[in-house]
C-alpha cells in the first residue's frame, strides 16, 4: 500500500461559497495540490483492475489496517492518498476527467453530496449497498454509508451530573452555560450539525443558536478528539463532538473522568453522520473499485468499525460496541443527506455568529 498525503487548503467553511471571490484562491489552492502531491498514475478508466487509487478522508491511523487487509485478501494494490475530505473533494473536481482517484472514502456526506452535484460520482450497484441500512444509502446510489458517528455532548463526570444536562442542543446555550460548552466550529462534522440543523427546523432558528453560541464566547478547539482531552483534563466540562472520541478515550484510560450525553431521541443533536464510500464517475465498473467498496461493508470491516474505532456499523446484523445502544433504538432526526452539500450558508451564518 502507498500512501501520499495532501497538503491541507483551508478549512470547508471558506470552501463552501464556490462562485464567490474566495473560489478562485481554492481553486488555485486545489491546482497547487495537483502540482505537489499527485501520484503518477492513468486517470481512472485506464487503469488496471489490480491495482486502485483511493482518496481517503479517513485518516491513515484509523483505516490503513484495514485496507492492507484487504490487499492481503484480494492481490489489489491500493494507492492511499489522505487529507481532509473536503479538500480531497475539491481536488477531485479540480482533477476532473484526469484524476487518478477510483474511489473516495470520506469523512462525512456533505463533500459527497458536492461531487455527486457535480456527477464526479459513478453508481453503486443495488447488490453492494444491499445489506446496509437503506437510511444511509444515496437514492442514487452516488455514496454509501460505510460507518455512523452520533452527535452527542461529552462532559466532564467529576464536575457534572448527567440529569442536569439540557435533552436538546437548542439549550446548551444561555448563562449558566456560558462559556462552558466548548465547540469545533471548523470541524466537519460541526458543519454537517449545522448544516442539517438549518435544514430540520429552518435558517432562522439555527442563525439563532449560532449566535448564541457566539455570544456566550464558548471554547473552541479544532478537533473533536482535542474536545474530549480537553474536559478530561477539567479544562472545559462539556463540548459537542461526535460519540467516539470519548469511548476511544476510556478504552486508553478507563478512569478519565469523560461520558457521553445523548440528546432526547429525535432532537437534532443527536444527528447520526455516516461516513461514505464512492466511486469516481470514470471508475464505474471497475472490478477492483467495486471489490474494495464491498470489502468495507462486508461483516470483517464492519466488525472492525464497531469493535476497533467505536463507531456504529450500518451493515445490518453488525452489532455496534457494548458500550453503545443499537443503531436502531437511537431514534436519530431524519433530513436529506444530500442537503449537506450547500456549506456556503453554513459557513456564512458561523462566520456572521463569530465563531469562524
Not at 63 to 74: C, D, K, N
Not at 263 to 283: N, R
Request: glycine share 8%; with cysteine.
Amino acid at each position: 500500500m502507498r500512501t501520499t498525503r495532501t497538503v491541507g487548503i483551508p478549512n470547508f467553511m471558506h470552501k463552501a461559497n464556490l462562485t464567490s471571490r474566495r473560489s478562485a484562491r481554492l481553486a488555485a489552492a486545489a491546482l497547487a495540490v495537483i502540482g505537489i502531491a499527485v501520484i503518477g498514475a492513468a486517470c481512472s478508466s485506464d487503469s488496471d483492475d489490480d491495482s486502485i487509487t483511493v482518496y481517503s478522508g479517513r485518516s491513515e491511523e484509523l483505516v490503513a489496517p484495514l485496507i492492507e487487509r484487504f490487499e492481503a485478501q484480494s492481490d489489489v494494490n491500493v494507492d492511499v492518498r489522505y487529507g481532509e475530505t473536503a479538500d480531497l473533494a475539491l481536488l477531485i473536481d479540480e482533477e476532473g476527467d484526469n484524476s487518478p482517484a477510483h474511489v473516495f472514502f470520506a469523512q462525512s456526506p456533505g463533500a459527497v453530496a458536492f461531487l455527486a452535484g457535480k456527477d464526479r460520482l459513478g453508481q453503486l450497484d443495488e447488490e453492494t449497498v444491499a445489506p446496509i441500512d437503506q437510511r444511509f444509502v444515496d437514492p442514487d446510489r452516488r455514496w454509501t454509508g460505510v460507518s455512523g458517528r452520533q452527535r452527542v455532548l461529552v462532559y466532564n463526570t467529576d464536575e457534572l451530573n448527567e440529569a442536569d444536562l439540557p435533552s436538546a442542543v437548542a439549550d446548551v446555550v444561555g448563562e449558566d452555560l456560558q462559556g462552558k460548552v466548548a465547540i469545533a466550529p471548523a470541524n466537519g462534522s460541526f458543519q454537517d450539525f449545522v448544516t442539517a440543523y438549518r435544514t430540520i427546523e429552518g435558517e432562522d432558528v439555527a442563525a439563532t443558536l449560532l449566535d448564541d453560541l457566539g455570544d456566550d464566547n464558548p471554547p473552541t478547539y479544532a478537533k473533536n478528539s482535542a474536545i474530549v482531552d480537553a474536559v478530561a483534563r477539567g479544562e472545559v466540562t462539556m463540548g459537542l463532538v461526535n460519540h467516539y472520541y470519548a469511548l476511544r478515550a476510556l478504552a486508553e484510560d478507563a478512569d478519565l473522568p469523560v461520558a457521553n450525553h445523548r440528546f432526547s431521541a429525535g432532537d437534532v443533536g443527536g444527528l447520526v453522520i455516516p461516513a461514505t464510500a464512492s466511486v469516481l464517475a470514470d471508475a464505474e465498473g471497475n472490478t477492483a473499485a467495486t471489490e474494495f467498496i464491498d470489502f468495507l461493508l462486508g461483516e470483517e470491516a464492519q466488525t472492525y468499525f464497531a469493535e476497533e474505532t467505536f463507531e456504529y456499523p450500518l451493515r445490518d446484523g453488525v452489532a455496534p460496541s457494548g458500550e453503545l445502544p443499537p443503531l436502531s433504538e437511537l431514534q436519530p432526526p431524519t433530513y436529506e443527506f444530500g442537503t449537506l452539500a450547500d456549506l456556503q450558508t453554513t459557513a456564512r451564518l458561523i462566520s456572521e455568529s463569530g465563531l469562524e
